[in-house]
């Protein structure tokens, strides 16, 4: 996250923060565009690292372990502090080839826990919260690939002490 490459907190169309620091992997997405792009070009315009093979093999393994299948090109590296969140969205800017054909979203959660929203298809439908720990991996497809989702605040002081850290580590993987 401080390498060289680091993670930066997007500000995104309409010129609001996010609230969480945030490296892509693969290919960067653009908070100003809501688009994929090979370079930083709403930051720094340093090229998006690649994504480890290790990354990708455990992506897709993971989502082996849920019955579908994931080759995944893109890791979205977030880390939320004490107050860190995200706001109810979909996942919907991969190309129009993946969406439609349902490869999921796996994500992967280390650190402080966090209650974590999951909604339907449309903004209004009802939402399910979930209390995703540290190791928890949940993945999204098929029908479910544009479900709302979001994250509506940290539990701090939940990470296991092993991992000495504070705050949490969400890695998505998805296929553009
Ligand atoms: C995301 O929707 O991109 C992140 C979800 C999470 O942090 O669990
Ligand atoms: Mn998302």
Redesign the pocket.
Known sequence: MDGPVRAYVPTVRGGGQMH?RMLCLGRHWNGQKYQYEPTRADFDDQPAPPLPASFRALAAEIAGAAATALDPDIC?L?F?DADGR?GL?Q?KDESQASLEAGHPVV?V?LGDA?R?LFGGTRRRDPVESIV?QSGDA?VFGGPARLRF???SRILPRTAPPELQISG?F?L?FRRY
Do not use: E, K, P
Request: proline share 0%.
């Open positions: 969480v979205i977030n939320y995200m969205h996942d994500s959660s966090a974590f995703l949940f989702h979001g994250v949490r969400n998505t």
